[in-house]
């Protein structure tokens, strides 16, 4: 399978990138190169291969759900630019 110029036009008009004709040929020949690369791997006998749901192996390490003190609206408020009674004061942003 070989990318044509064609298709390189087609993705760079997706990404709204535009490129001249020298790059133009230089991706299509990096895109056969890639296409190329993955034939090689599909020609492997995966048959003996369990199918994974994720790649590594791993557990979530969670600390310990507590109860600490926390921060008084005053600090939390100190550097604030505006505040309106207890709340952070911004610009509306949404008509």
Avoid at 24 to 38: E, L, V
């Amino acid at each position: 399978m070989s990318v044509p110029l064609e298709e390189v036009d087609r993705i760079a008009g997706l990404a709204k990138l535009q490129f001249s004709a020298d790059e133009k040929s230089k991706f299509a020949a990096q895109f056969n190169q890639i296409i190329q690369y993955i034939e090689k791997l599909a020609e492997l006998d995966l048959t003996q291969v369990e199918p994974m749901s994720q790649v590594g192996v791993g557990i979530n390490v969670f600390r310990d759900d507590c109860v600490q003190p926390s921060l008084t609206v005053e600090q939390v408020l100190a550097n604030a630019p505006a505040r309106k009674l207890d709340f952070f004061s911004v610009p509306k942003v949404i008509g």
